[in-house]
């Protein structure tokens, strides 16, 4: 994670999928490499190997890694349907309060959760660094609310990490919440608001602490957001606006005290990647550092996105009335972690490698039929 202090903008450059998308040869790649001598070894060792969705990845499969690029793909079609978003900016219109409205329509869209937030200008980027054609481009975003939602990632599927049905799950659940974020944006473009959508490749701003300034969750040991109901389970989607939203802030769910004594993700994780000690100093703010060569220099080894400390997590268990009743309990009486700690080992076993299973309900949409499904008609 490299967002931190108030003022300290990241450039989109710096980040690591910006910086995979470099191609020798190209003006991009000799730009960045120019400016970040230090970081050319070590990306080039990771660019040398097997790319993610392809063949040498130790958890590749040809049919499940090849309907996960047709689900990323897709994201580029996803054009919102005009009488839908007249007949929705209609009733966002009437809607007594404009907040409200919007998680309504979110929610009819696929998010499990909604809220506003103020733009904090710390988490707009400084630079576009995703794709060669804005490459280095000053990145202009005065909107003054972020409209912060969140979307569900099946619980059975990722309990197949790191194997292919979770880079799937993935590009799955990134489409959904590009499917909402373009709807939102549409809608409140239609009812007269200037807004921009942000989503799987197309990320203005830093979704994490924006999603915890709305209210949604917390960060944990693993450097994501842990939200209600679903913990770690989730992506994240957003909409900028000079809409005049209702803001949400911050609320503390016992996350970081129940992180303290869990460590379940840093000790699960194949690459050791995440920290077991305590928080440190990461530009001003004090978190668990993530290295986010070495993590992601095990999803090129694998082929997938990996996803083990997500489904390892505690708060990732299903959406059930004893796993949310523990999730208040974390809450209301964070002092109780160490032993909700030993109970969830005693029940679930601390090692990743027990909780393999044959996955459940495989997806079989195609994302044309998921596109017309998420119609609001």
Known sequence: MIWGRPGARVDERDTMFARMARRPGTPAHEDYYARRPDLTKGDDHLRAMPELLRPGGADFDPA?????ERWFRAIGDIAPDPPTVTRLAARLSSAPDLTGGLQALASELGAVASGACGLDPSFVYTHKGRFDRDYGHAVALDHAS??????EMDFDQMQRAPRAETIRESARQYYRAAVV???????LRGVGYSARAHYDAHYDVVLPPLAVAAGLGEMGRHNLLVADR???????????????????????RGVARF???????????PSRALSSAAPVDVRGVAKWPTLGERCYGYWRQVGTDCGICMAVCPFSHRDT???????????????????????????????????HRPARGTPSATPSAARAASRTD
């Open 64 to 68: 499940i890694c090849a309907d996960a």
């Open 146 to 151: 972020a409209f912060v939602f969140l979307v």
């Open 181 to 187: 974020a373009r709807g939102i944006d549409a809608v």
């Open 230 to 252: 679903y913990g770690t389970r989730v992506r994240i989607g957003a909409v900028t606006t000079d809409a005049p939203l209702r803001h949400g802030a911050p609320a503390s």
């Open 259 to 269: 992180c303290d004594a869990c460590r379940k993700c840093a000790d699960n994780c």
């Open 321 to 355: 009335r004893v796993h949310n009743l523990v999730r208040g309990l974390v809450r209301r009486a964070p002092w109780l972690a160490p032993a909700l700690v030993r109970a969830d080992d005693l029940v679930y076993g601390r090692q990743w490698h027990a909780r």
